[in-house]
């Protein structure tokens, strides 16, 4: 089965840059999606087809993909951003969404 | 304003049955594919189930596969999950999601989400 794989973890200065890396076989070829998720609230839609961002999505959150790894940046990164982090892509071998495993964003 | 209204979970015993429900509104039910997602309590996401705009393509991940029935009432702007045969690894908030196709497709994301609702199977 197709897999995503993020790091754990990501540590970041206040106005400093994040990048999340999400990697797969071929991933550059399929369409990824970035959704953003802080405790005890339901995951949020912040980048959709590699690069685009839903209205109401801050500037500094941007991404990228090429190759096998998809990456969302966050640019300026500010407090409110310290959540929880998941990349999604479409399996048209399986048919299936898979997500990755998620990534922390601590904001230091 | 999309708003998607989970209900339907609860405290179940293993092998027994539950039908979740969501109720839809804010934008026109019958374009969209719906999806459901499932989150585990303190893990990762994972999609459960989609169907398309007009029931046509109909989806499962392999942890449900035969056990789990995805359905749609476009006239009523409501999507269904009916879960059989539950097993404690069943247990986690299942969000309804709206797909931002009508159908499955490469480009496809989740663009709103509801609250969830927290299915717990438990002896």
């Known amino acids: 089965s197709y897999e995503l794989t993020q790091p754990p973890s990501v540590s970041v200065s206040p106005g400093q840059t994040a990048s999340i890396t999400c990697s797969g076989d071929?991933?550059?070829?399929?369409?990824a999606s970035w959704y953003q998720q802080k405790p005890g609230q339901s995951p949020v839609l912040i980048i959709f087809?590699?690069?685009k961002r839903p209205s109401g999505i801050p500037e500094r959150f941007s991404g990228s993909n090429s190759g096998n790894t998809a990456t969302l940046t966050i640019s300026g990164t500010q407090a409110m951003d310290e959540a929880d982090y998941y990349c999604q892509a479409w399996d048209s071998s399986t048919p299936r969404y898979v997500f990755g495993a998620g990534t922390k964003v601590t904001v230091l | 304003e999309v708003q998607l209204v989970e209900s339907g979970g609860g405290l179940v015993q293993p092998g027994r049955s539950l039908r979740l429900s969501c109720a839809a509104s804010?934008?026109?039910?019958?374009?969209?594919?719906m999806h459901w997602v499932r989150q585990a309590p303190g893990k990762g996401l994972e999609w459960v189930s989609g169907i398309s705009w007009n029931r046509d393509i109909i989806g499962y991940a392999d942890s449900v596969q035969g056990r789990f029935t995805i359905s749609r009432d476009n006239a009523k702007n409501s999507l269904y999950l009916q879960l059989n045969s539950l097993r404690g690894e069943d247990t986690a908030f299942y969000y309804c999601?709206?797909?931002?196709?009508?159908?499955?497709?490469?480009?496809?994301?989740?663009?709103?989400w509801g609250q969830g609702t927290l299915v717990t199977v438990s002896s």
């Open positions: 087809e590699d690069t």
């Open positions: 071929e991933l550059g070829h399929k369409y």
């Open positions: 804010g934008f026109t039910f019958d374009d969209y594919a």
């Open positions: 999601t709206k797909g931002t196709h009508g159908a499955a497709a490469a480009a496809a994301a989740f663009d709103h």
